[in-house]
């Protein structure tokens, strides 16, 4: 990319960030409007769930194939491209006549987008050179990538209670239309190594092999053993085939060989760990807010704002600030310690507790979450080459992706067993007490994964502190 070019480019960074907010929060906007789609559609719990992971699955699935279309195919060409199908598919998903055709829309939303949000962050990443810039810029799709859970179970409490259900995806469309607009005048069309391949085989094998286990995770409670067992059996089979594939192609998905890079492999493991904690904590306080609380899905939504609001300060302000003193390595550590606090304070909540005992664990949590995104990204891209970046930009995604859809399917099942438990105690406990109970358990849980990212995050290079300029700028 040319310096003509990079300039020209800065302009659509506002486009991408929009489009990154829209994407991540699709992930968690559904969460409040489930019991209305369930009463319309005639969808049970298995379903309904379905709804959510059919999006989470093949988003992180297909990132990876999507960062490198971005490198082979053309940045903006990848991008247009998936935004349009994303665009598409919401369209479908609001029009949905049965249960079917919904969970169908939902997975051609992850779909596409993980090539439209692999493609956007390759754009930056291609634009800002390695210093104040792109730090800046990075913050800027950290914060959007930190909050977009909250924000989407705000927006979809606010829609859901207002217009309906529908509403959660006709939203996206007129989105769509001015973020395509903003990139064709801003962003260069030129193409990518043509001469490359696209590992399709890994794609899909890395993506059916997920599935497989998240959906034997899910079940594990209340499904029937010999179906889960069957899920786990092709499950491995189909992800030791993913491995087979990444070492016979000529171009695979994953080159095996990238993970000898220090930041980008140990900011993976700590992003598939950052992943899952935050997924909980949305799907988990969202329960407990109207389980437990008794809150309306409008006064749930609004129950967000303080995770919101102090996880955009953590990725905007703290978080750059940090890198450049600190360094992403202890900026890490400490980011997923503060956000395992948080966890643990919400895990103290009771079914006698108000909406107000949450605000200390959304804050102290949120801080730790906002800041967090901004640095396991900036770890993942530090010090590669431009033509690499939509492979770093596809894996970190996959990473919290993939680590949000299996933390949470273990998590909920352990918060239903736990609960389930109690309930068969003598003497018997109240439903409100034992879903506490069940949730306490699962925020609990969600704290480990955060500590088991922070004392990954230590494997990173001592020396990586992020600068606050360079000779570009």
Not at 8 to 28: G, K, N
Not at 228 to 254: D, H, M, N, T, Y
Not at 433 to 459: C, T
Request: contains cysteine; aromatic residues 6%.
């Amino acid at each position: 990319m040319t310096a003509d070019e990079r300039d020209r480019a800065r302009s659509a960074l506002p486009f991408l960030v929009i489009t990154q907010l829209m994407i991540v929060l699709d992930a968690s906007i559904v969460n409040i409007a489930l019991p209305s789609m369930g009463r319309e559609l005639g969808m049970d719990q298995t379903g309904l769930q379905w709804v959510v992971n059919a999006y989470t699955l093949t988003f992180g699935g297909f990132l990876m194939l999507g960062g490198r279309m971005a490198d082979l195919i053309g940045r903006r060409l990848v991008f247009v491209s998936g935004i349009c199908l994303f665009g598409a598919a919401s369209l479908a998903a609001a029009l949905a006549p049965v249960a079917g055709v919904l969970v169908a829309a939902r997975a051609v939303q992850g779909l596409s987008a993980a090539v439209a949000s692999a493609a956007a962050l390759s754009i930056i990443v291609a634009t800002f050179p390695e210093g104040k810039g792109r730090n800046q810029a990075l913050a800027m799709w950290g914060a959007v990538s930190g909050v977009g859970g909250a924000v989407g179970v705000l927006l979809g409490g606010v829609l859901t209670s207002g217009p309906g259900w529908p509403w959660i995806f006709y939203i996206n469309v007129p989105i769509v239309v001015v973020v395509v607009l903003g990139v064709f005048r801003s962003v260069s069309g030129a193409r990518g190594d043509t001469r490359g391949r696209l590992d399709v085989a890994g794609a899909v094998t890395l993506t059916g092999g997920l599935t497989l286990l998240v959906y034997a995770i899910v079940s594990g409670q209340s499904g029937d053993p010999v179906t889960i067992l069957l899920a786990l059996g092709l499950a491995v089979v189909l992800l030791v085939s993913f491995f087979l594939v990444q070492r016979k192609v000529r171009e695979p998905l994953v080159p095996l060989s990238s993970f000898r890079n220090r930041n980008l492999s140990v900011a993976s493991v700590v992003g598939l760990f950052a992943g899952a904690a935050p997924y909980a904590m949305f799907f988990l306080l969202s329960l407990h807010l109207q389980n437990v609380v008794g809150l309306t899905p409008l006064q749930t939504g609004l129950g967000f704002l303080p995770v919101s609001l102090i996880s955009m300060v953590g990725a905007a302000a703290l978080a750059p600030l940090a890198m450049a003193r600190i360094g992403m390595r202890f900026t890490l550590l400490l980011s997923l310690g503060v956000l395992a606090v948080g966890l643990v304070l919400l895990s103290r909540l009771t079914e006698e507790d108000g909406f107000g005992a949450t605000v200390a664990g959304q804050l102290v949590a949120g801080l730790g979450l906002g800041t967090t995104f901004v640095a396991v990204t900036t770890a993942a891209v530090a010090g590669l080459a431009e033509n690499e970046s939509g492979l770093a930009s596809g894996l970190i995604n996959t990473a919290q992706q993939l680590g949000g859809a299996l933390g949470l399917g273990a998590l909920a099942a352990l918060s239903g067993a736990y609960s389930a438990a109690e309930l068969a105690k003598e003497p018997p406990v109240s439903e409100v007490a034992a879903l506490s109970s069940g949730y306490q358990v699962a925020f609990l849980g969600a704290a480990v994964f955060a500590v088991a990212g922070a004392l990954i995050a230590l494997a990173l290079p001592r020396r990586e502190s992020v600068p606050a300029t360079t000779p570009h700028e």
